[in-house]
């Protein structure tokens, strides 16, 4: 990616939003989102057949699966699934589905296998998935071990992120992350490590969850002594991609920018080669369905909402840096966890509550504005990916957003 050229094009696109005094010509009004959306169990159903069964999910980072044989077991898109690095050494999912009676061919969370065999009749499977051994095979009459290997699933790794996905049919991953991985090329997210971790468990729908990180209106009411500080929504350039991703490059208040001279910074080191932009903004991105992600230049979490079922979300936050090589470096990254939980926190504050009022009927639909845009996106892609026809009319989104999108096109002529 051509990094000036996209941040001058990024810079060009914050100084409208300052200046305008409405949405820009042409932006359709969106149409306002049915809550039921949102608690009722069906729309929970199709969501599990065709979004988390269907999409590239992350399972974590490539350097949990160290050697042949490393593995770990998976279980928050609803099927259980085992990720294991063959002997060959390509990194493979399957469903950790024994297919003599679906016991789990591993428990451990997480572990080596020198094989992976059934802890139910002791069915083996070497390291690739293969069946190699049936006990009292002359039992069996017409068992064709070739059609009785572990079950595959799609595993791909984008700069050391390893992503899941059900469908043996979804495109490649790159392709599916598109522009996305372009601008993210510069990230260096190979070397990167994670640095710390947090979880909460949150009784709200997952699009409830995931809906509050996608604009920054919000910032003054609820984080007015925390990220208000530092960002001025007014400026915030956001941009939709192809498969329900986009991006917002919201920027710093002019005295929140660190200069020469201004004081310390951090004692850990910057991811190297930045556009200075990144350092003037918070460029934050969404992955479609549950990832989002703050970009900072020491690092920055991926935040990712699970659902657990329909009115349950399991909010997951990992910190990816550059690896510390030091007490003071490690030190450093506790307390940014720990400052970040302060935000959390302040995020976290509406989301029981709106779930209570959506699943009172208290609240019909929900009336979007220009700056909500990202979560009408997130919405217009659930209905592509689910198919409208599968979805009761009175619960579908009005698809507007389309035309806005940034196209991979452009994306491709300036990388
Ligand atoms: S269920 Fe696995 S060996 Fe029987
Ligand atoms: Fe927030």
């Known amino acids: 990616m051509d990094q000036a050229a996209w941040a001058t094009r990024i810079r060009a696109q914050m100084a409208f939003e300052f200046a305008r005094e409405a949405p820009p010509e042409g932006f359709p009004g969106l149409a306002p989102i049915p809550t039921g959306r949102y608690t009722d169990p069906a729309f929970y159903a199709l969501e599990r057949e065709h ?40 990194l493979r999912g399957f469903f950790n589905t024994c297919q003599h009676r679906g016991a789990p061919v591993v428990r451990e969370a997480c572990g080596i296998a020198r094989r992976l065999q059934c802890q139910y009749h002791s069915w083996t499977y070497d390291l690739e998935g293969e069946l190699v051994g049936v006990p009292d095979r002359r039992d069996f009459t017409d068992l064709d071990e070739s059609q009785r290997n572990l079950k595959p699933i799609r595993c791909e790794v984008y700069e050391g992120w390893v992503f899941v996905n059900e469908d043996l049919d979804a495109q490649p991953l790159r392709a599916w992350l598109g522009p996305v991985a372009d601008e993210w090329s510069v990230l260096h997210g190979s070397e990167l490590r994670a640095v710390g971790r947090r979880q909460e ?13 996608l604009e920054t209106y919000h910032v003054k009411t609820i984080h007015p002594h925390s990220v208000a500080k530092l960002l001025d929504h007014r400026g915030a350039a956001m941009g939709l991609f192809a498969n329900g991703h986009s991006r917002m490059v919201t920027p710093k208040w002019e ?30 991105y969404s992955l479609f369905p549950n990832l989002i992600t703050p970009l900072d230049t020491i690092g920055f979490p991926f935040i990712c909402f699970w659902p657990v079922d329909a009115e349950t979300t399991d909010i997951e936050w990992i910190f990816y840096g550059l690896p510390p090589r ?7 990254w506790q307390r940014y966890v720990e400052s970040f939980d302060l935000v959390m926190g302040e995020d976290f504050m509406n989301l029981a509550p709106m779930h209570r009022s959506v699943a009172s009927g208290a609240l019909e639909s929900i009336p979007l504005n220009y700056q909500e845009r990202r979560i009408y996106h997130l919405h217009e892609e659930v ?32 990388a």
């Open 51 to 90: 979004i988390w069964r269907k999409s590239w999910l992350l399972v974590g980072r490539e350097e949990e699966f160290e050697g042949r044989g490393s593995f770990k077991t998976f279980q928050r898109t609803g099927a259980p699934l085992l990720i294991i690095r063959g002997s060959d050494g390509v």
């Open 201 to 213: 468990r949150v009784p709200c729908n997952w699009k409830i969850a995931a809906d509050a990180f």
């Open 255 to 284: 005295e929140a920018v660190w200069k020469p001279g201004g004081g310390a910074k951090p004692p850990i080191e910057e991811i190297e080669g930045l556009d200075p932009l990144f350092a003037e903004t918070n460029p934050a």
């Open 326 to 332: 030091n007490d003071e470096q490690e030190a450093f």
């Open 383 to 414: 209905d592509r990916l689910i198919g409208p026809e599968r979805i009761p009319e009175a619960l579908r989104v009005v698809p507007r957003l389309e035309p806005f999108w940034e196209t991979r096109s452009e994306q491709g002529a300036e």
